[in-house]
């Protein structure tokens, strides 16, 4: 981990897989979380078991002659905008602005902007807060 302000919970079985994570103050992480590559503003409040990629092409699967654990990928430090709560369950893969509320169980694949709530696999924009 990069950073990680004492001001913080983390809970039970959180895995952080990727070791240029931040986590800002006052954020809460619920049990049985996987952090990936990312940085995670003040104030935000993720639920039980988010997850969040470091982006969406961790993986290459093109060459079908080539296993895909050996065709690569690329990893993308995702952030997580200020004073957001992302829902139980959400799998998050793009960044996702300040102020925003991200369903239970949505799947973000495209940059949330801020002021969204966003639900749904994929996940759309339902309202915004402003």
Known sequence: MTSCDRNCAISFGTIFSQVDTEIGKGVYIGPCCNIGSCKIEDDCTLGSGVHIMSGRSQHYFDDLHTPIREQGGIFE??????DTWIGNGSLIMANVGKKCVIGAGSVVTKDVEEFS???GN?????KKRI
């Open 77 to 82: 430090k995702i952030t997580i905008g200020k």
């Open 117 to 119: 709530v966003v639900a």
């Open 122 to 126: 994929p996940a759309k924009v339902i």
